[in-house]
């Protein structure tokens, strides 16, 4: 975040037409909790990447670890909580198991991130 000054309103003046908008517009908490906790999941570097390779080609655990130069083990804790979000999932072809992005907003949200940090 860049260091910049903030212009704070020093009048006391409640637009209550405004307010009513908002508090009749807003979205219910329990949606806004979960919607907190998918952004979190999108907070971690490695989870990241796992999503920017994944946006690329679907690919297993063995081939996430060797193009990440990380472990299997690391890959597959990183997997398993993106699963739980509903941002990754698989596909099983015999032994190997498949890894890719659930569906196309995985890939929205994750490009408008970089998009908006590259402006």
Known sequence: ?????????????IHNDIVEKVNNSMVNDK??????QLLKVFGDKTRM????????????????????????????????????ERLVKYRREGKVVYYSLDDEHVEKI?????????E
């Open 31 to 36: 949606i806004l909790e979960e919607a907190a």
């Open 49 to 84: 990447k796992i999503l920017n390779a994944l946006s690329i080609s679907e690919m297993c655990v063995c081939d996430l670890a060797n193009a990440l130069n990380m472990t299997q083990s690391a890959i597959s804790h990183q997997l398993r909580v993106l699963k739980g």
């Open 110 to 118: 994750f490009n408008i991130a970089l998009e908006h940090v590259q």
């Open 1 to 13: 975040m860049k260091n910049e000054n903030i212009e704070i309103c020093t009048c006391n003046v």
